[in-house]
């Protein structure tokens, strides 16, 4: 999915912690994305981006 949203022109990221970034990583090899898309982040900061319930 995410190679076929990347290919379509979609920013795709993969987040995850620092203990998460080696797979992180892999997935993001694996599905043929940029080096950039690798973002180390947490609940906290991905929390404001998140649908408002009901959404």
Known sequence: ????LCST???V???G???ERAN???VAVMAG???????S???TELAP??????C
């Open 1 to 4: 999915m995410a190679r076929h």
């Open 9 to 11: 022109g979609h920013r």
């Open 13 to 15: 990221v993969i987040t």
């Open 17 to 19: 912690s620092a203990a």
């Open 24 to 26: 992180a990583v892999r």
């Open 33 to 39: 994305l940029p080096a950039g898309a690798v973002l």
């Open 41 to 43: 982040t947490g609940l």
């Open 49 to 54: 981006w998140s649908p408002a319930p009901g």
